[in-house]
């Protein structure tokens, strides 16, 4: 079932709500490359846009007469298993494609999704400058979202999301990536099993008295679908068991 219009349902008791939420902070870092990424996809539109009011330019004549074609093959080629199939694991239900939360962890939704999915809105609003988010992804031609977030004792709270674009459009999801890579700089470490992914460690200083908060994304895509990870803890994240459940994640792509 795809996604329909976000409703607003109340925030799971013991976990962030749209007041305490960590998107606002995780993302701020990331939406200036919006601009950029936006321009490239406009100025795409234009360019077709210039060339289809151009009159038709006749074509010139075939050297050759015609053209032999070979004899139709017999049979139908047999589909690809989905062990093969990069596309056959996203082409459902995209929240079958999630993660699972581990054994032992308490999982919930983000207060702006239903049932899982999230709306191009819902997923604006966790940036700093939703609207510039809006009109990038709406230019990536976003077709639908899932995320799912759980917590566990003693461990990091995690938050993983999938945006799927329209089919056609991977390399919008790669540049994507790639552009906040560069605008990330030399504190990026590469995600193993990815030709893109990479993951960012960062620190919110807090106040006297209170822990500071230890932040780790990671960010990376495969086809038309972009992966996003959230890990928050006041301690100390393992970045070896952030390879790993980015590892999990790829994996299901």
């Not at 996809?41 to 053209?67: I, K």
Request: charged share 20%; with cysteine.
């Amino acid at each position: 079932m795809e996604p329909i219009a976000a409703q607003q349902p109340p925030p799971v008791q013991g976990t962030p709500g749209p007041g305490t939420r960590h998107g606002r902070l995780r993302r701020t870092l990331f939406v200036v490359a919006c601009a950029a990424v936006l321009g490239i996809a406009a100025g795409t539109a234009v360019g077709y846009g210039v060339q289809a009011r151009r009159p038709p330019v006749p074509l010139g004549t075939l050297a050759q007469a015609s053209v032999a074609y070979p004899a139709k093959a017999g049979g139908t080629a047999s589909p690809l298993p989905v062990s093969q199939d990069a596309g056959a694991r996203t082409s459902g239900d995209l929240r079958t494609a999630l993660v699972p939360a581990p054994a032992g962890a308490t999982a919930h939704h983000d207060p702006d999704d239903l049932d899982g999915w999230l709306s191009l809105p819902g997923y604006a609003e966790q940036y700093s400058n939703p609207s510039s988010v809006f009109k990038t992804f709406s230019g990536f031609r976003f077709r639908r979202a899932a995320d799912v977030h759980w917590t566990q004792e003693g461990k990091p709270s995690v938050e993983v999301l999938l945006v799927q674009l329209q089919p056609g459009t991977d390399q919008y999801a790669s540049q994507w990536v790639d552009r906040q890579r560069r605008l990330a700089g030399d504190a990026t470490t590469p995600v193993e099993g990815s030709t893109n992914g990479f993951l960012l460690p960062t620190t919110t200083l807090a106040g006297a008295g209170h822990p500071d908060l230890h932040q780790v994304m990671v960010l990376a895509s495969r086809g038309d679908t972009l992966m996003e990870i959230y890990l928050y803890d006041p301690k100390e994240i393992n970045t070896e068991d952030v390879q790993a459940l980015a590892r999990r994640q790829l994996e299901r792509l």
